[in-house]
Each structure stands twice: as C-alpha cells, then as structure tokens.
C-alpha cells in the first residue's frame, strides 16, 4: 500500500468515524440545548455536538448570524478577533479568528472556510467549516489552531429551525488534551446560548 493511499485511507476513516452519529454522549442538557461529545480514533482530543431548536426565526435568520463574521466575538465565547480574509459569497467566505486561551496557554489562531449549501427545497442547510492552515502565515506569539465541522440548519414540521453545530478540532502546539477537553461542553453550550440571544434581538 502506497503512502499517498495510506493517507486516503486513513483519513477517511477518520471522517467516517467523526461524522458518525454513533458513539455519541449526552453530557449537557441546558437551556433547550443538548451537548454531546465522542471520541475519536486516532486523536487525543474529543469531538462536540451541539443541538437545539429555535422558535420565531428563520434559515436565512440563523444564517446571517453565522456567517457575521465581524461579530464572532458575540457567538463564539472564546474568540477575541476577527476578520472576513476573502469573501467569496454572501454564504461562502474565508476568514481569521484569534482564539483567547486560558494563562499559562498562548491564545491561539485559526483560518476557516466555511459554505453554505442548500437543500433541492430549501428547508435544509449544511454549512461545512473547514481551517486552511496554510492560507495565511499565523500571526507572531500565536498558535495555530486545526480543525473541521459542521453547522446544520432545518425547518421543523412545528415551523421551527432546528440548528446542529459539531466540531473536531486540534489546539496545535503543547495543550495537554485534559484542557483542551475541558471546554468541548462548555464551548457549544455557550455558543448556542449566543445564537439565542442574537437571534432574540
């Protein structure tokens, strides 16, 4: 077996296993949202899922909140910068976010690609999130962060929007994974509490 097949192979076992729906765990149900982590083979840190549903808004409402990049700071708990680096649609973009991390850590940064796509009727949206880590060099005293995932966005038969945010991701540079790990509960859950609150508004 070749090296470039091996590599194939491997990380489509990986992909296989981080978007299975089995193997999941419950670990919060707060607020309407459920949080679930798993494992993932090969790696050291761990997988989150976050789920809820939300009344009185829309695909194209969830949506905007999502690709407001110059916001992030408002949806995300942990990030404390960010900018558009290439906007290639209004749902379709590349962009920069610097990631605060807890002393003695350095804080870290990520570019991601994220894109919408929608379903034949409309009533479903998957938005795949993507890091280019070599798009853009990272910046002095920073860490580059790696990962991928996913937000999914669906009408209910209720004529609500059920929204799903996964993610696998690695902090790059020394974190001990018991850390890193710490906030795969905390990170969703506080994320899908802001998409509420912007959304409330």
């Not at 009344?55 to 992030?72: A, E």
């Not at 942990?78 to 900018?83: A, E, F, L, P, T």
């Not at 890091?131 to 209720?158: C, M, Q």
Request: a negative charge; glycine letters at 6%.
């Amino acid at each position: 077996m070749n090296k470039l097949f091996l590599t194939a192979a491997l990380f489509a076992a990986f992909s296989l296993n981080l978007w299975a729906d089995s193997g999941w765990e419950l670990k919060k149900d707060e607020d309407g949202i459920k949080v679930y982590v798993k494992n993932i083979d090969g790696s050291s840190f761990k997988a989150y899922k976050g789920v809820t549903t939300i009344k009185n808004t829309t695909i194209d409402d969830v949506l905007n909140v999502i690709f407001d990049v110059n916001n992030y700071d408002k949806l995300f708990p942990d990030v404390s910068g960010q900018k558009i680096v290439k906007n290639i649609d209004k749902y379709h973009n590349i962009h920069y976010v610097v990631i605060h991390t807890p002393w003695p850590v350095s804080d870290r940064d990520n570019v991601s690609e994220i894109k919408a796509n929608f379903s034949d009727d409309g009533k479903s949206v998957h938005v795949d999130i993507t890091s280019l880590n070599d798009y853009i060099p990272a910046e002095k005293n920073l860490v580059r962060a790696d990962g991928k995932g996913f937000w999914e966005i669906e009408e209910t038969p209720e004529g609500n929007v059920k929204v799903t945010y996964q993610y696998h991701g690695s902090p790059g540079g020394s974190v001990p994974a018991w850390l890193a790990n710490s906030f795969v509960v905390s990170h969703p859950l506080e994320t899908l509490k802001n998409l509420h609150k912007r959304l409330d508004k």
